[in-house]
């Protein structure tokens, strides 16, 4: 939920360069937007399992690369210029295909900055889950299967 005492900020970022210089991977993050929104260009090789959000929607923009998402029961390959939409409490994964990918990962309200940085500094998965579990976000077990069979 965006924080009323939060104010947003007007700011221009190059390329290269976030909202803080040791983080240059975030674009926009709560503090910058009012807690509004979390913008962060994501060059990767991996991806996510099967999660839900429960508190926030969740949206990425694929600039390079190829990734492939998964949405309930349906996936899609998903190519630079492409889009994903995935509002809140829907089950999804999603996985590089091709070598690498940069993707911009945004959340509306903000948060993604704050959890993915509490996630990656857990030392094991229980500690992960228990991060993800404080932010709102459900991983589900690899057996998950969204057609129910």
């Not at 309930?72 to 091709?98: C, Q, Y």
Request: glycine letters at 10%.
């Amino acid at each position: 939920m965006p924080n009323e005492d939060l104010i947003a900020i007007p700011y221009v970022l190059q390329a290269g360069e976030g909202v803080s210089p040791s983080d240059t991977a975030t674009k926009c993050s709560g503090e910058t937007s009012g807690g509004m929104l979390t913008v962060i260009e994501s060059k990767t090789t991996g991806g996510a399992p099967w999660h839900i959000h429960t508190r926030e929607d969740e949206f990425m923009y694929v600039a390079s690369g190829v990734i492939q998402v998964r949405i309930a029961a349906k996936t899609t390959e998903v190519g630079p210029g492409g889009f994903i939409s995935l509002p809140r409490n829907i089950p999804h994964m999603w996985d590089v295909v091709s070598d690498e990918a940069t993707v911009l990962m945004m959340t509306i309200p903000a948060m993604l900055d704050k959890f993915l940085a509490e996630f990656h500094a857990a030392p094991d998965w229980p500690s992960k889950n228990d991060v993800a579990a404080k932010w709102g976000i459900k991983f589900l077990p690899p057996s998950y299967d969204p057609a129910g069979g």
